[in-house]
DNA sequence: CGCCTCTTTGAGCTCAATCAAGGTGTGTGG
DNA sequence: CCACACACCTTGATTGAGCTCAAAGAGGCG
C-alpha cells in the first residue's frame, strides 16, 4: 500500500484534476489509500454499501452485474484516471449498482465518501467535471444502444475500435488495446457467447486483422475492422 | 404559445425545481417559450446545433437516433418534469444526440442554451439535481444492459414494467401507461421487430395480461408480467 | 378518396445459442 | 513437485428464437 503523495503526480496528470493545485489534490483525496489489485480481485461488490469511491490509477477494472439468470454482465470498462462509483456517493445511504474487478495488476486511489460529500461536492469546477464524466457515460452508453440490431460481427468490431480510441491512436498504424481482455469479457459485454465471439475473431486472426499475445489484443488492420461496421 | 407564467403553477410541481421560489424558477427559465407539439412533432432533430435545453411539461417525447442501417432506435421516453438535452448543454459548441418527437399531443418548455450557461450551472442546488437526474438515467441504461441476454418476452415485460413504474402505481390493481405507446415504438427501444413483439403481446392479450385502447396499453395483471421476468 | 402508419398472421430461413468435447496455462494445496 | 481445479480458448454439430418476407385489414388525416 503506496502512500497518497507517491500517487500525486499521477493523479495531477488526470483529466479531473486539471487546474487544481497539489495541495487541493491532497486535500480533495485526504486520506486516500492507494490499493494494488491482482488480477481478477474485487474492489467491491454490487449491493454493497457503498462507504467509498476513488481513482483508477493504473490497469483497468472492469464493473459487472450479474443478469437475473446469474451471467455477468460487463457494464463498462474504467482505465486509469476514471473515477469510479462516484455517481452513487451523492445518494443517501448507497449501495453500489456494480462489481469492481481488477483485469490484470492495478492501482485504485481509495477515496471516502465523506470526502466526496465534504469537499468534492463543495467544488464547482470538480462538480462541473464530474458531470462531464456523467455526460460521457451517457453517450457511450448510447452509442452501444444504437447497435442493437447490428449483427454480431459489427457490435465486436465497434466495441474494440471504442476501446483503441480512448488511447487515442490517431494514427491508422497497429495498436495494442489497453486492456488485457478476454473473449469471454468481450462475450459478456456484447451480452453473447464465448464461442460466437471466438468464431468471429478467430476469422479476423486467420486473416491478420487481429493478433493476440497472452490475452493482449493487437489490431493491425484497424480500416478492415471499420469496414466491418458498414452495413454489407 | 402559451406564456412561461401560465406554466409557473406545473414548473414548480416539479422535482428539479422543488425548493426554489417562484422568481427564482422565473429567472432560470427566463425568456422561456411553451411549445405545443402534435403528434409525431419534432422538437430538434439528431446532429442539429444545440441552442436550447427544455422541460417537458406535459404529453411525452420520444428520444431516438437511426442506426448505421437506417431504422431508429429509441433512446429513452421523456415524461412530465423530466429535463431534455440538458446534459450536452454545458459542452463547446453540442450538437443534439437524439432527435425529440413528441408522442401525442404534449407540450414543452423551450428554454435557451444561454440561460443554462448563465444561470442553471451556477445554481448550485440545481446542479446537484442535475447530477441525480444523470445518474438516474445511467442506473436506467444499467438496467436495461442487464437484460441483454434475455429472451424478449422478459424484455417486453421489463419495458411495461419500468414504464408503470415512473407513474408509482403502488397497487397491483390495473395501471394504464402514462404514454400512448405503438408496438413498432416498443420494438425499437428494445431492438427486436414489430412482428416479434406483437407475438408476443398479442398472447398476452389472449390471456387477459393487457389490453390495448387505441394505442394506451392497460396492465391487468401486474404480477402475471412480473412473473415472465423469471427464468424458466 | 388515397396515403400513411399501425396492426396482425403465416411461412420459411438464419444467425447465434446450446451442447459436447478437447486443449492450454496458472494457481493451489497435498 | 505433482496433481488437481479452474478459467480460458477452440472447433464441430445441432437447434431454435426471432428475423425476413409477404399479404391484408383498420383507423386517421389532408
Redesign the interface.
Known amino acids: 500500500m503506496t502512500t497518497l503523495e507517491a500517487a500525486l503526480p499521477e493523479l495531477a496528470s488526470f483529466d479531473i484534476f486539471n487546474g487544481l493545485s497539489k495541495s487541493q489534490i491532497m486535500v480533495l483525496c485526504a486520506h486516500g489509500q492507494v490499493i494494488h489489485s491482482g488480477h481478477r480481485n474485487e474492489l467491491f461488490h454490487v449491493g454493497d454499501e457503498a462507504h467509498f469511491f476513488g481513482v483508477v490509477l493504473s490497469g483497468a477494472y472492469k464493473l459487472s452485474?450479474?443478469?437475473?439468470?446469474g451471467?455477468d454482465?460487463i457494464?463498462h470498462f474504467s482505465l486509469p484516471g476514471e473515477i469510479i462509483a462516484a455517481?452513487?456517493m451523492?445518494?443517501n445511504e448507497p449501495t453500489y449498482?456494480?462489481s469492481a474487478i481488477a483485469m490484470g495488476p492495478s492501482r485504485f486511489l481509495k477515496i471516502k465518501r465523506k470526502n466526496y460529500i465534504e469537499e468534492w461536492?463543495k467544488n464547482?469546477s470538480l462538480?462541473?467535471k464530474?458531470?462531464?464524466l456523467?455526460?460521457h457515460?451517457?453517450?457511450l452508453?448510447?452509442d452501444?444502444?444504437?447497435?442493437?440490431?447490428?449483427p454480431l460481427v459489427?457490435k465486436v468490431a465497434a466495441l474494440l475500435i471504442t476501446l483503441i480510441e480512448k488511447e487515442k491512436t490517431s494514427e491508422l498504424a497497429e495498436s495494442v488495446l489497453p486492456i488485457p481482455i478476454t473473449r469471454k469479457e468481450i462475450a459478456d459485454t456484447?451480452?453473447a457467447t464465448v464461442e460466437s465471439v471466438i468464431r468471429i475473431m478467430s476469422e479476423w486472426s486467420k486473416s491478420g486483422i487481429i493478433k493476440t499475445h497472452d490475452s493482449h489484443i493487437h489490431i493491425i488492420q484497424i480500416d478492415k475492422l471499420m469496414s466491418c461496421?458498414?452495413?454489407e
Do not use: C, D, H, Y
Not at 65 to 69: K, L, T, Y
Not at 144 to 150: L, N, R
Open positions: 452485474r450479474p443478469s437475473p439468470m451471467e454482465v457494464i455517481f452513487v451523492a445518494q449498482p456494480v461536492q464547482p462538480i462541473l464530474i458531470q462531464n456523467l455526460s457515460r451517457i453517450t452508453f448510447q452501444q444502444k444504437v447497435m442493437i440490431k447490428a459489427q456484447l451480452g461496421l458498414k452495413p
